[in-house]
């Protein structure tokens, strides 16, 4: 279950101030701030097209941002020289939506992408790495061979995560998880997340639309609506808010379910 809840004593490993981003006429976010504490699982809700992507793409860098601050680990993003910026992106795994693994490379292969890019290592070494991150988000060693058109969809979720922690980064983010799941998929994927979170001491920013990722495996949950951070806090806080759209979405019919199924459990 999640723990460390209280915020107060704890390092912010991203802080996000004033951010404005938008793509032509459109605002997408504006004046929104952030900040993401070491060693915590941030679940990040909001409606479709709210931005949540959009928000992990621009700390990510990937979107380029109209104003505002971002700091990971408290350097300002926007200061770093290109040898920082390639230490920082070490310090991160990204797991984006679709696993987004490269067809045409095996399991092993695609885990070493981001070891060849960043580090400089014999094919050995780079295979025993690979191995062990394989290992770690609990698939078979047979699995290493295998082209992701011969896994499950459960399966190249893990690969992906493998892929993600290749680096043994500090910050993981995740962008519905376990969007395409089955409920027991889904389950066993939170426990991963969950365990790999203790034993690598990660901080954990997902995106997910999934109630039972985020009573079971969020320390603390932010909304995002209009462009801003409409209500943040541990899901009990969640529970109470008055704005509208985390009431319903906490309080509607699915959560409802969930709610009963922690319950029994
Ligand atoms: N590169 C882009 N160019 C123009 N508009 C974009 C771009 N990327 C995203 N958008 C727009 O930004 C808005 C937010 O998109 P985003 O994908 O972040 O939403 P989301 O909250 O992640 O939604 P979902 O839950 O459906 O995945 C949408 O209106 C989308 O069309």
């Not at 941002?65 to 971002?70: D, L, Q, S």
């Not at 078979?140 to 995560?161: T, Y």
């Not at 985020?214 to 899901?235: F, H, T, V």
Request: net charge negative.
């Amino acid at each position: 279950m999640p723990q460390n809840n209280d915020t107060s004593q704890k390092e912010v490993v991203i802080s996000v101030r004033g951010l404005e981003v938008g793509f032509g006429p459109k605002t997408i976010m504006k004046d929104l701030n952030l900040d993401i504490y070491r060693g915590e699982i941030l679940g990040f809700v909001g409606a479709s097209g709210t931005g949540k992507s959009v928000l992990t793409r621009t700390i990510l860098g990937l979107i380029k941002k109209r104003a505002g601050e971002i700091n990971v680990f408290g350097q300002n993003v926007d200061g770093l020289s290109h040898d920082e910026r390639r230490k920082m992106e070490q310090r991160w795994g990204v797991l984006f939506q679709q696993g987004a693994l490269f067809s045409a490379l095996t399991v092993k292969q695609n885990v070493q992408v981001p070891m060849r890019e960043y580090l400089s290592l014999p094919q050995d070494v780079l295979d025993e790495m690979a191995m062990l991150k394989i290992q770690m988000v609990g698939l078979p060693a047979d699995a290493a061979d295998k082209f992701p058109s011969e896994l499950s969809g459960g399966m190249i979720k893990r690969a992906a995560l493998a892929r993600a922690l290749a680096l043994d980064p500090d910050i993981l983010f995740l962008d519905e998880p376990t969007s395409g799941l089955d409920p027991i998929g889904a389950g066993d994927f939170d426990d991963l997340i969950e365990t790999l979170q203790k034993t690598l001491g990660l901080t954990v920013f997902m995106v997910t639309h999934d109630l039972d990722s985020l009573y079971s495996a969020c320390d603390r949950i932010a909304a995002l609506g209009q462009g801003k951070i409409i209500e943040q806090g541990p899901i009990e806080h969640m529970l109470q808010s008055t704005n509208p759209w985390v009431h319903s979405y906490f309080h509607g019919k699915r959560a409802r379910a969930v709610l009963a199924g922690q319950h029994e459990a």
